[in-house]
């Protein structure tokens, strides 16, 4: 058994406290281009600092491959939120987040689906890889 120590759990709860709002506005059916900005209107509105211009680098042994990753949002400095609108979450979603943690040093994410039935069915919470422990 695994488990992680990426912290910010508090911050986390926020977050999906926020998107459950946009989400019993919307419901599922949406595109993510239609969540995104909601989400970032109800975070900014629980005060909490929004980054959705990030652009990460794309380095490859050490050659700039003059590309860029853009992590959908960042809260706080501390927490990518990966946002979704797809039937099921799969393996490779999760993955994705671990990949985008890795490249920011990020310590946490959140995949939200929102087109779940109920948002809290739809949402995973990933650590960076490095911030587990075997228990």
Do not use: W
């Not at 059916?29 to 909490?48: D, N, V």
């Not at 949002?73 to 990966?82: A, D, L, P, S, T």
């Amino acid at each position: 058994m695994f488990r992680d120590i990426a912290g910010h759990e508090d911050l986390t709860e926020k977050i999906i406290e926020c998107g459950i709002k946009v989400h019993e506005t919307f419901g599922p059916g949406l595109l993510e281009s239609i969540y995104k900005p909601c989400l970032t209107f109800e975070l900014h509105e629980a005060g909490l600092q929004v980054d959705t211009t990030r652009r990460v680098p794309l380095v490859y042994k050490s050659v700039n491959l003059e590309m860029f990753y853009c992590p959908d949002v960042v809260v706080n400095g501390v927490v990518i939120v990966e946002l979704k609108a797809v039937e099921h979450l799969t393996a490779v979603h999760t993955a994705q987040v671990v990949t985008y943690l890795k490249l920011t040093a990020i310590p946490v994410g959140l995949l939200m689906n929102f087109n779940a039935r109920l948002l809290t069915q739809g949402v995973k919470r990933v650590a960076r890889p490095d911030l587990y422990l075997r228990t």
